[in-house]
């Protein structure tokens, strides 16, 4: 079955960029569902940040969209998400997560603590 | 963007009993796109139920979703020792895409 699992370093520095990877392992990249970020701040709610289809088309929350950048490379079979100028609220643990069209998340990466600390 | 308010925070229950969660939502939720994910620490959520009322593979019919245009409820009908953890609902119907707070559902 699908699995994704969450790559990238655990602290960034203020001002700086949060890149992560996402690897899709047991199906295709290509296959017809979305590819998307969540993240969660210590003891808060799910925060959908954006997503992919494997055509290129991309959606973004509206609240991240200036400092987000979700891309995908179909040769890994994997996706990837950059946040520029964090700040500490951007400290939070990060999952990136599959959504059929229409559809909920069904499938989930472990997820990876990010911190924003100098 | 679309709301959705869960209440209450905390449910304290004891296992065998009947737990109700409610998601209310700020604006009607198109075709009832509103799901439910079970959360436990240190873990990623679970589906556990979409397009409202249909359980999500292997869940069990303990769980069911009701529910149409801003509120929406889920029922636990007898809690089982695993059921503990935090619920929250989403809705899929408009984009941006989001969660309510969630629900703690703890043991009494």
């Known amino acids: 079955q699908v699995q994704l699992q969450e790559s990238g370093p655990g602290l960034v520095k203020p001002s700086g960029t949060l890149s992560l990877t996402c690897a899709v392992s047991?199906?295709?990249?290509?296959?017809?569902?979305?590819w998307s970020w969540v993240r969660q701040p210590p003891g808060k709610g799910l925060e959908w940040i954006g997503e992919?289809?494997?055509?290129?088309?991309?959606n973004y929350n509206p609240s991240l969209k200036s400092r987000v950048t979700i891309s995908l490379d179909k040769s890994k079979n994997q996706f990837s998400l950059k946040l520029s100028s964090v700040t500490a609220a951007d400290t939070a643990v990060y999952f990136c997560?599959?959504?059929?069209?229409?559809?909920?998340?069904?499938?989930w990466g472990q997820g990876t603590m990010v911190t924003v600390a100098s | 963007e679309t709301v959705l308010t869960q209440s209450p925070g905390t449910l304290s229950l004891s296992p065998g009993e009947r737990a109700t969660l409610s998601c209310r939502a700020s604006?009607?939720?198109?075709?009832?796109?509103l799901a439910w994910y079970q959360q436990k620490p240190g873990q990623a959520p679970r589906l556990l139920i979409y397009?409202?009322?249909t359980r999500a593979t292997g869940i069990p019919d303990r769980f069911s979703g009701s529910g149409s245009g801003t509120d929406f409820t889920l029922t636990i009908s007898r809690l089982e020792p695993e059921d503990f953890a935090v619920y929250c609902c989403?809705?899929?119907?408009?984009?941006?895409?989001?969660f309510g707070q969630g629900t703690k559902v703890e043991i009494k």
């Open positions: 604006q009607s939720v198109s075709s009832s796109y």
């Open positions: 992919i289809y494997h055509s290129g088309s991309i």
């Open positions: 997560a599959r959504r059929g069209y229409p559809g909920p998340f069904d499938i």
């Open positions: 047991g199906g295709s990249i290509s296959s017809t569902n979305w």
């Open positions: 397009g409202t009322s």
């Open positions: 989403q809705q899929y119907g408009s984009s941006p895409w989001t």
